[in-house]
């Protein structure tokens, strides 16, 4: 089984290549193709990838091109992981907005905004690739805005294009552990939009673990989430945010502490990565042990602005275990490719899932899959406060759609002005022209 990776010289590739490594079922992916457009970041992770298979006898084959259409024909599965502008374009994302007061966070508020208008049109041409080269495959998005970017890959390619994120795979396994249930035993109701969603349940044999976490304030305390958002705020909720809530939730504290920060966090990733790839280029250099540790000191530091702004200290070690997202994509590959039957929080076409959002809306929601691909379940009701959020960011991500489809500026303002984290439409019309000055790919927006 032939397995594409779209942004093949992307830093995280090597922990989908290590799950891959660790699967020796039937049927496992045997071939590897690493796609990039810059071929020295290519070579890097290929050296990274053969350090890691050395000793491993049935080690997946790796092969490297910047032919795209080489890449997609004739290919299993694609995995979508491009940086469009690269981490230099997600650090002027967050300076922009970060000037004018508002977040400029990667997926969330005005940055994801600008990323999206960056990366939408180039995904719709993958897509389009992908339909025209390689029909039969399927498509596992990790490319962000991981919604967004799902939802415009799927008017090409339907329901053979699946979004993934680890972050609720995260939290629902530390709000199992908490609660002393195998995560593998426990069905979540999680239900919202990428980065935009809410663990409102942990049901073990039927019952509801949820309530006993919730009623023990220590415990609360204890955990990522509860150290983000405080205990008297998820007892009023009644739920567990995703991480990404706390920039909704606690806007204002955000912004101050990612504009009292010495570099913004993609400044800090550029810089970080910047070095690893310098360093690799030597031969002498053991790739895999440099990488192994510029990702550690990345996993250490992740949402260290939202944590500094909410008091919750340095993540803890369980915290930093592997086994994210390439997990769940491993999983959903194995239960499409052998129909091995699965339950995953997966980024897919809303059908009736929530009724407040029409079939085609992409949303995060538990799914089945099986070799039909990846079927959402039905989920409680949104509360209030939840359907609110939900559907402002989805009219946001369907003028940001808008915006790519019909090359419109005013669309791109509209996007700007209704995002709940943009308080002016005046600020709209500044963010638009500066991301246009930014990044000269959005000269598009007429």
Known sequence: MRLTILGGGGFRVPLVYRALLDDHEEGRVTDVVLYDVDAARLDAIARVLAEQAAGVPDAPAVRVTTDLDEALRGTDFVFSAIRVGGLEGRAADERVALAEGVLGQETVGAGGIAYGLRTVPVAVDIARRVARLAPDAWVINFTNPAGLVTEAMSRHLGDRVIGICDSPVGLGRRVARLLGVDPARAWIDYVGLNHLGWLRSLRVDGRDELPR????????????????????????????????????????????????????????????QAQFYDAVRDPGVPAFKAWDATRAEREATYMAASRAAAGAGERAPEDLESGGYEQVALALMRAISHDERSTLILNVRNRTTL??????????VPCLVDSDGAHPVSVSPLTGHELGLVCAVKAVEREVLAAVETRSRAAAVRAFALHPLVDSVTVAHRLTTSYQEAHPTLAYLK
């Open 355 to 364: 009724a407040a959002l029409d079939a085609d809306a992409v949303v995060e």
């Open 213 to 272: 976490l919730l009623a023990d304030r220590e415990l609360l305390g204890s955990f990522e989430e509860g150290k983000l958002f405080g205990p008297d705020w998820l007892q009023s909720l009644g739920a567990v945010p995703n991480e990404y809530l706390h920039y909704y939730y606690f806007n204002r504290e955000a912004v101050a502490a990612y504009q009292r920060a010495e570099r913004t966090r993609g400044a800090f990733l550029r810089d970080q």
